[in-house]
């Protein structure tokens, strides 16, 4: 008969921790998403060139343009593309107008790398860089990239 009370009292730990690891789980990955995923878009500007249009709604990040004009679009990527990095991929990717080469997504928006037409840009929660020089995040904010001498001209719309 002592047996069959410490069966039962197995099953009953065994159904309190499975409570907890779920309560915990959950709490953990509400945490990790609550900020929600980059949104990026690959379109092109009133001139025809191409640019990516990046939005973050939970930090108040919307409209980011960021041009390369005297590019060109490739030929596959006629019309926009938009692109959710809501979950994460194994690195080196291709994306219309270059490669992703670093993605963090374990708490998001996470850590974006992309290499384009010769630029590193890379999207972090508390700024964004372009070469390795540092914009802060302004919605409507116009950035223009030259390829020829690799300068960075904005504006903020």
């Known amino acids: 008969m002592k047996s069959d009370g410490f069966f039962k009292q197995l099953v009953a730990a065994f159904i309190v921790t499975l409570a907890i690891y779920i309560i915990a789980y959950r709490a953990i990955e509400d945490h990790r998403t609550h900020n929600g995923p980059w949104q990026i878009a690959f379109t092109n500007d009133a001139s025809s060139a191409p640019a990516l249009l990046i939005n973050q709604p939970k930090l108040a990040i919307t409209n980011v343009l960021i041009v390369f004009p005297n590019e060109v679009k490739p030929m596959f990527t006629n019309q926009a593309a938009a ?54 995040w302004l919605s409507q904010k116009e950035i223009i990239l030259k390829a020829a001498t690799n300068s960075i001209s904005e504006t903020v719309k």
């Not at 994460?88 to 998001?108: E, I």
């Open 83 to 136: 692109l959710v990095l809501n979950a994460p991929r194994a690195v080196p990717f291709d994306v219309p107008f270059g490669k992703c080469v670093f993605m963090d997504a374990t708490s998001m928006p996470g850590t974006i790398v992309f290499e384009m037409f010769g630029h590193e840009i890379q999207l972090l929660p508390r700024v964004l860089t372009i070469d390795g020089v540092e914009q802060s």
